[in-house]
């Protein structure tokens, strides 16, 4: 039975207005607040446990490192995913100008196959993966629609971070539930499609694949 690890923040770097550094000369505070993301951080070169997500690198069973707990005897793969930004904020005049990075990633040694499964139930866990990319992109939407104050920048991003997150545990929740944990392809192939949707930028909902038990 297929199974991901729930979900928690791993990093979460809040903001800093020079205005509020008071190493630095004093400035009237900003009227106008611009935010701006860059690309994804995905580096050259892949560090030892972690695979930052990019869609040319999908997950391979060589990634799972990690050893599987005792009791979990029904589980066939654990995948651990999650994602976190970083960000800067500079002043200029009267504009803070606020610059974020998401990152994506997949910590190897935390996640675990037992036996050897097939391509099918890899693909179920590469979807757990695709699925924190999604949330991250919903996070990224959120921050970017919303009107706010320079002075609330810090904590109101904090906040979409940790309302992204928790709507990242419950969908991924919804989709353990509505595929039976990879046993249901029918409902796996309405998922698949919505991934491949959401990837490409659609905004599509979520696959009507009957009842579940994560609201």
Known sequence: ???????IPLLLTGLRSPAQDSSRTEKPPPKVLIIR???????????????????SRPLQWSDFTGKRPPGHTDNIAVTYSSFAYTGSARQKQDTLW???????????SASWVSGSPGTYALQHE???FDLTHIAA?????RVLRT????EDADSYIQYQYLEAFRDMNHLQERYEAATGHGRNPAAAAQW?????DRLYGKLV????????SVK
């Open 98 to 108: 606020v610059t974020l990075t998401l990152q994506v990633f997949f910590v190897k």
């Open 37 to 55: 993301f860059d690309p994804d951080y995905a580096p050259a070169v892949q560090p030892e446990d972690t695979i930052y997500y990019t869609p």
């Open 137 to 141: 992109d919903d996070f990224k939407r």
């Open 126 to 128: 590469q979807m757990h």
């Open 192 to 196: 698949k499609k919505y991934i491949r």
């Open 1 to 7: 039975m297929l199974r991901m690890l729930l979900l």
């Open 147 to 150: 009107d706010m104050e320079p």
């Open 205 to 212: 909902p979520l696959p009507d694949t009957g009842p579940s």
